[in-house]
């Protein structure tokens, strides 16, 4: 009797062995399927871009419709630009907000739906907040295509990305450090500011910069507000009303992924091949960067609060 139980639970656990073996197998090998389609993708855009990645007269150039060598100067500066806008307006917010439905907002219906709410938002296709900002901000405000119609529809969707990241890392946070940092006198306002966000903060900042990678790459929402034209620009002029002033936030400003659609779709460019395949590695540079340093400064920053 005893013998017959052994031998079934030596067999249930081979069985179980078996399957657990199995299991592994099919999920890795899922895996690297995934892994070895996004590797294939990023080495062909790397390679077929190649040649412009190190031509500074590409990086730094004026686009040129109807002739070859036209660069990408204006397109990448107003990428930057935007981006460094769009985080300006939203990252405050987001934080705002984050923090008071974490730890201010009293549970109840009305902040359960604007949870529900912050979620729906973050999942909103662009292009449909890109023809709310061309009716509302570019038509109704008379902003025309410009950088701070883009900006603030950029802003739209990446606003609640960020609290929905934000928040989680606040409530990740170990209940027992609140409580021992409000047995000791602190308030509430103190503990979120001196030991809540401290310990989010490397959370905080990787949510930041990987939504700064999806603003940087946005382009359908920018086709109907910030527009499709580049014009050059002069790094001396400060005349801020001046469509060649850099700095002009009502100036129109084409990115680089805007740029990809607009030059495939018209076909006008001699070098059309060229110019398309050297601006998308460019995007997928910069887009790469921002992950690495996502994680660069993640693990920095988790490394230096852990010490102290």
């Known amino acids: 009797m005893a013998n017959s139980a052994r031998f079934d639970m030596q067999a249930h656990v081979r069985r179980i062995n078996s399957q657990d073996k199995v299991a592994t197998g099919i999920l890795t090998a899922i895996v690297a399927f995934v892994l070895l389609i996004l590797a294939a993708i990023i080495i ?74 912050i979620e729906t938002l973050s999942s909103l296709p662009s292009i449909v907040v890109g023809l709310f900002g061309f009716l509302f901000f570019v038509l109704m405000m008379g902003w025309g295509f410009s950088i701070i119609s883009g900006a603030i529809a950029l802003t739209m969707f990446n606003i609640p990305i960020l609290v929905r990241v934000i928040q989680q890392a606040l409530e ?28 989010a903060m490397p959370a905080i900042v990787t949510g930041i910069v990987l939504s700064a990678g999806r603003v940087f790459g946005e382009a359908a929402a920018l086709i109907y507000t910030a527009g499709q034209s580049a014009p050059a620009l002069d790094f001396t002029n400060f005349d801020f009303t001046s469509p060649s002033c850099p700095w002009n936030i009502f100036r129109p400003a084409e990115t680089l992924a805007v740029h990809i659609w607009k030059i495939n779709s018209e076909g006008v460019v001699p070098d059309l091949e060229a110019v398309s395949n050297g601006t998308a590695a460019v995007l997928m540079v910069c887009i790469l960067a921002f992950n690495i340093i996502a994680r660069l400064v993640g693990k920095a920053l988790e490394r230096r609060l852990t010490r102290e």
């Open 44 to 117: 062909y855009i790397l390679v077929q871009g190649a040649g412009k990645l190190f031509d500074v007269s590409f990086l730094t150039g004026e686009p040129e419709q109807f002739r070859a060598g036209g660069g990408i100067g204006p397109e990448l500066f107003n990428s930057f630009y935007l981006l460094f806008l769009t985080l300006l307006i939203s990252v405050p917010i987001s934080l705002g907000a984050a923090i008071f439905l974490a730890e201010y907002a009293p549970e109840n219906g009305v902040t359960a739906a604007a949870k529900t709410l």
């Open 172 to 199: 990740d946070v170990p209940r027992s450090q609140r409580d021992a940092a409000l047995a000791m006198g602190l308030t509430r306002w103190e503990t979120t500011i001196h030991v809540l966000l401290p310990v």
